[in-house]
């Protein structure tokens, strides 16, 4: 039985991971929501789709330095094991497990079953199979080969870009929205109520880039991690912030930016406005896959932390076993997907997943943050690639996450203490694993 994973990541897979992780349902939904928090005003909207981005940049770029000195399966948990040690990496495996990860591929699937339900009607029983299937396939692609899931990723990650620029395309050469728009693009007062809905709209456009850092627990994958890692992840996020400001603009050309503010959804109307409902079905084909690829990329990913924290001693230690013939952490893949089809039909993932998203970013603040302990304690190590614009680059995307958590704990505090429970509640598991390691390897 295989001991290390094989490196199997080039440049080009872990650019696609990147984007094709990122792109899910997102960019389809969340641009009317951000018109909404800011006021209608189109300028304002594409400032908080840019600077969400940026922000974004500047988090893979510190990541890049930390996947290229230390280019392990696990990345984050390992970087945040590393730094802060066994107990908070736990907890962000713990969470990302139980809920973020697996939730996260159940909220895929089940969307993937609404929007099939537009190509062909299916009844409500119909849907959860649909759903529970989509995640058996991507579970069962991940486990026969790693080559092979990053094949599928490639191709549908390319198919769903290019849906993404043909519509674009064809939305801003048909539409006429912005010519019929009225009013200054540009708020006539800034008050509070305005200052509130654009942080209300910072964190719906960084949920909708949520994911770029899911690239890092396949950095023990990687081949010649130091030169295609950092290269990688900072390729991939680049390109979501063009694409992602391409389609808004998109949007608005078809619609308007009154009657995109209204859209519930956006992608799916504009281009039936503009090319007829036939057109509005090949529109959710697209989805269809972006969902696909989006699931395929999250258990492809996720299973490396699962796997790492098996090989800790600090989770179920077949976890951390490779399948002799397709050199996959299959029991990893195997029983993640288990859970997330448990969520998918039970239906429970969405509150879980409301609660708990924000948590996510006080472990990608810690992330960021080893950085400055790697450095004082690990001078010597090799840094082929070194952060740009260091120490600022990194403080910026820790004062963003912070402002993120911030604001939820203000907002919605009673959500922001159960989703703090619910990370809580890793701590006795943590402590019962650590104990059983230490009975089996205690001398008789």
């Not at 080039?10 to 991971?17: A, C, E, G, Q």
């Not at 697996?102 to 089940?110: G, P």
């Not at 199979?129 to 092979?148: Q, S």
């Not at 609660?355 to 090799?382: N, Q, T």
Request: aromatic share 12%.
């Amino acid at each position: 039985m295989p001991e290390q994973l094989s490196r199997t990541f080039n440049l080009k897979d872990l650019v696609m991971i990147v984007i094709g992780t990122v792109i899910g349902s997102g960019i389809f939904i969340v641009p009317a929501v951000v018109l909404q928090q800011t006021g209608g005003s189109v300028s304002l909207a594409l400032l908080v789709w840019l600077f969400a981005g940026v922000l974004s940049f500047l988090g893979a770029l510190t990541y890049g330095e930390l996947g290229a000195m230390a280019p392990e399966a696990g990345g984050l948990y390992v970087y945040i094991r590393e730094a802060f040690g066994p107990l908070p990496a736990f907890l962000y495996g713990w969470t990302l497990f139980f809920v973020m990860g697996n939730c996260a591929v159940a909220t895929l699937a089940v969307a993937f079953a609404s929007y099939f339900n537009q190509l062909l009607p299916l009844s409500p029983l119909l849907k959860h199979i649909v759903a529970a299937l989509m995640i058996v396939a991507v579970t069962v692609i991940n486990i026969i080969g790693t080559r092979k899931s990053a094949n599928v990723q490639n191709w549908t990650t390319g198919v769903k870009v290019g849906a993404i620029i043909i519509m674009s395309a064809a939305l801003l050469t048909l539409g006429d929205g912005f010519s019929s728009a009225s009013g200054t693009p540009w708020p006539d007062t800034i008050n509070t109520s305005l200052l509130s809905g654009v942080g209300l709209a910072m964190v719906a456009v960084l949920w909708a880039y949520e994911g770029w850092q899911y690239v890092t627990y396949s950095a023990g994958e990687a081949l010649d991690p130091q030169r295609t890692f950092p290269a990688g992840i900072a390729i991939g996020t680049g390109a979501l912030i063009v694409i992602y400001l391409l389609a808004n603009v998109a949007y608005l050309a078809a619609l308007g930016p009154a009657r995109a503010a209204q859209s519930e959804k956006i992608a799916a109307e504009a281009v039936a406005m503009m090319m007829g409902p036939a057109a509005g079905k090949l529109i959710a084909a697209a989805i269809l896959v972006s969902m696909f690829s989006a699931a395929n990329a999250v258990i492809l990913t996720t299973s490396r932390v699962y796997f790492m924290m098996a090989r800790d001693g600090v989770f179920f230690q077949r976890f951390g076993e490779i399948h002799p013939r397709y050199g996959t952490p299959w029991l990893a893949i195997a029983w993640s997907a288990v859970c997330a089809i448990a969520f998918a039909l039970s239906g429970t993932f969405e509150q879980l997943l409301t609660y708990v998203v924000f948590a996510g970013w006080i472990f990608y603040a810690l992330g960021a943050m080893s950085i400055f302990v790697y450095r004082r304690r690990h001078p010597e190590m090799p840094r082929p690639f070194r952060v740009p614009g260091y120490p600022w680059t990194p403080i910026l995307f820790i004062l963003s996450a912070a402002a993120i958590v911030l604001n939820t704990l203000i907002s919605q505090p009673g959500r922001a203490m159960v989703g703090i429970a619910a990370v809580l509640l890793g701590a006795p598991a943590f402590f019962i694993w650590k104990a059983r390691r230490r009975a089996v390897v205690a001398p008789n």
